[in-house]
């Protein structure tokens, strides 16, 4: 059952924010990647500050991911010529 509040926070949102853990799981990521704010930095991992809470928005993260897969050898080797 949700609050008056937090239907108000998930209208401004556009949807819900995650904790870390959830979005281990949900990504199948290191903890570290993303509670660590070195790691997130260092690879650009998109997240909100909530407080002292980070949180993740699922489609920033599932974006992320998908850029974050290597590239087929074709594509690599034309780049470097």
Do not use: C
């Amino acid at each position: 059952m949700s609050t008056p509040t937090t239907n108000t926070l998930q209208q401004v949102l556009g949807e819900s924010l995650i904790d870390v853990r959830q979005a281990a799981l949900m990504f199948n990521l290191p903890n570290y990647w993303l509670s660590q704010a070195k790691e997130r930095r260092q690879r650009r991992i998109p997240y909100y500050r909530v407080g002292k809470l980070v949180r993740f928005k699922p489609h920033e993260l599932h974006a992320w991911v998908l850029g974050q897969q290597a590239q087929p050898f074709s594509e690599q080797e034309g780049a470097d010529a």
